[in-house]
């Protein structure tokens, strides 16, 4: 791989999945609050295609207001869990242009932004959903796991405008910490700024706030439906 990572904060202490050939697409995945990249880097290797890299950044520790603001690896401050919370707009914001620096940084080395797919589980589910939302480029898709659209007060309006971006949401049925219906809110919203043909909302009957095998596969599925080997 050429390009200089160092430029890339995020980017040089990522845990990157490799694919087995020629990588023609990138998935960028962005773990949840107080985790770390590693673990879903684990999660997807299960779920390896030869052509795809995957790419699993780490968010840096901050003070988080939810958590008595104690330190932990967060993508931006959390101030409460109801779609009615406030919010840390500069820090949503700040985060989505680091992980835009990823794209641009995939992109110079030449993967393709039709050919990169951003997603995350909880927070980092939320980012990716906003970062592909406001980016400049038309992205392959989004995987949103048990998450929620950050700011969705300020969309449609804040929306770059692509309106054919395929978006996987998956949610389990007995999430505590961010409720399935919060998901259903969030496709209901996404359907007014992209596409509602592009938007996927499946639930998990038993499945806590965490990720299952069959959900694992249909993100599979949806890697491979718009980012087939070429």
């Known amino acids: ?8 904060p995020l980017l040089a202490e990522a845990v990157t999945v490799s694919g087995m050939e020629k990588e023609t697409a990138a998935v960028i995945f962005l773990h949840g609050l107080g985790d770390s990249g590693h673990g ?3 999660t997807l290797t299960g779920i390896q ?8 950044p780490h968010a840096p520790p901050i003070p988080v207001t939810l958590n008595m603001n104690a330190m932990m690896p967060a993508w931006f401050d959390l101030k409460g869990l109801s779609p009615d919370s406030a919010e840390d707009e500069s820090g949503i914001k700040k985060a989505a242009d680091n992980i835009k620096a990823i794209i641009e940084h995939e992109v110079k080395n030449g993967i ?3 050919r990169i797919m951003l997603g995350g589980f909880s927070q980092g589910g939320a980012l990716s959903l906003y970062t592909a939302l ?3 480029h038309q992205l392959a898709g989004v995987v949103a796991l048990s ?12 929306s770059s405008g692509h309106k054919n971006i395929p978006i996987l949401q998956c949610h389990g049925e007995m999430d ?33 706030h965490s990720s299952c095998p ?15 080997r070429v």
């Open 1 to 8: 791989m050429c390009g200089n990572n160092m430029s890339v």
């Open 214 to 228: 069959q959900e694992m596969a249909t993100v599979k599925e949806f890697i491979e439906k718009y980012m087939p």
């Open 134 to 136: 406001t980016c400049q």
């Open 147 to 158: 998450c929620w659209l950050p700011l969705h007060r300020s969309f449609p309006s804040a």
């Open 176 to 208: 505590g910490m961010i409720p399935v219906r919060f998901g259903g809110m969030t496709a209901e919203k996404l359907k007014t700024i992209v596409n509602p043909q592009m938007i996927t909302f499946k639930t998990y009957p038993g499945l806590s």
């Open 112 to 114: 393709p932004p039709h």
């Open 49 to 56: 295609l030869p052509h795809v890299k995957f790419i699993c």
């Open 40 to 42: 879903w880097a684990d």
